[in-house]
């Protein structure tokens, strides 16, 4: 055949491919995966109710970051009020967050950034970290101020506490313990309702950074019942802590398509969707689960506030009692369009792939059938991904499910191996910013030293400045009198002379590796400034 035949006969064949192609693609329909992937574990006594710690692993879920509707924790729990009773109606209030992804981060990249994600009663406010809630309307702050900054050594970026980038299974040691960083008060807002005196406060236990480093204002938790003083003293405030959580990994959005062949069989393929993997081929993804009683750390911290002896701030084990796993666990992930009634949902066939075990008694994670699932070599580790193609299909009971298909038995015609998870060209992010008015507490007394910059690996600057402790804008917005956010700074000036950043205070891993916090968020206080004040971030941006 001549050249000119050749181009003649493939035009043809791609002229007669083009409408089998477009129909591929009109038979492709855009979806998500959902659910939660559940981690049951042994109850403590309910004495231990003053705060608990763990050990979560921190990976990349998807190998591409898909975009803003991406929103998923990695593995996390939701710790509530100890009421002794049954909850009462009406009033949700907890500290959940953890890692992940969520729709409102601005700077996201494939590693997972931390969040606090304290709840005040029933999402009316909600705080992240200092400077971070409910929204970016600063005339309506909910739950912005909702977080002060005690340390003076990691800066708090409003898009949440970044990893190290490239953090590929280790492991991110954090709890909340009450501190008594306040005395309780009898009115609220000038009306006479109590808040307590629990300042809830986040440890973390990583390689490059460990202590305290933020706290909820007990303020932020009593402020509904200012308006409904009959949920006076129910919570976080005044209340201890339910040993007994939840660990859950939810899932509210990871991107997959649908398609249907000519028999009228339905198809889906889910983003490439990974795990850690260790030497034996395992996933370990929780570790240590631990409860507390006051005696692990609040009894020696409130003798020292009152002029006792110095509280080294190492929690005591003797207070405390770990959780064990029984190897039990489940899923609910389920494959659906948008407009998929509840009822329809189809649950994906999880235990197929997954097992869920103890690899030790305070160990949870998932052995991996290898035949369905893929070993994948990255520059930052060894990962587990999931099967991608799923058949829906009827069982016995009637029940319909997603079952795991190899790519080869997917029919061509359902176009959903040419489908391409891509990440979507986004706008430049929009910065977070903070009031400037002169007479906002961000500027009266405002700082006493910067502004400064710092760049971070998610590809944003962060601006910020050095306030004194007491005069931080949370706790100017805490409903505290000048002596008593005196009162405060004596103490914390204690901590910041006692506790540094480079000795244990949560109770170590005894398995795996712990991951770093970005080095970008590092900080030296100025001279002068060592102790009693603390780094505000004032302004996060895009990257010129």
Known sequence: MSNKGLVFFFVFVLVALMPSVGRSQERIREGEMAGYLLVPHDKVPEKYNAGFSMYVAAWPLLGQYPGDRF??????????????RPKPPDMYSDIEGGLGWWRDTRFATETPKFIMGGVARNFSEWANGPGAGKGRNWDKPTGKYGVAQLSPWVLWPPDGLNLKQGTCGELVGYGYLPLPLTTPKSTTAG????TGDNSWTLFLNTGNFKGPVAFFTPYFWSRPSVEDPKVAGMFLDSRPSDPNKALQMETQYVPGVQSVDSKGEFYARIAPTSFPRNANGESM???RITAYEKSALWDSVKTWFEDGPAASGTIDPKGSSVHTFNGKGGSTWKIYLPDTPKEKKATLAWNSFASPVALDPNTYGYKWNQELVTKTDT????LVTLPEYFHLVTDKDKKSRWV???PKDVPAETG???????RPNAKRPEPYVTPDDAGSSWKKPGPVAGPFQAQLGDGSVVTYS???FADQPALLNADLTDSERESMQKRVEKLHRHWKKDREYLPP????????IDPALLVTPPAGFEVGYVPIVTRQSARE
């Not at 009306?191 to 109590?194: A, D, T």
């Not at 520059?379 to 060894?382: E, L, R, S, T, V």
């Open 71 to 84: 929103q998923t924790g990695l593995f996390g729990t939701w710790m509530f009020a100890q009421y002794g």
């Open 191 to 194: 009306k006479p309702v109590p």
């Open 285 to 287: 993804v929780v570790h």
């Open 379 to 382: 520059k930052n580790g060894p």
């Open 404 to 406: 795991v298909v190899q």
């Open 416 to 422: 959903l191996a040419q489908y391409k998870f891509q």
């Open 466 to 468: 050095w306030y004194r």
């Open 509 to 516: 891993p005894t398995v795996g590796k712990v991951a770093d």
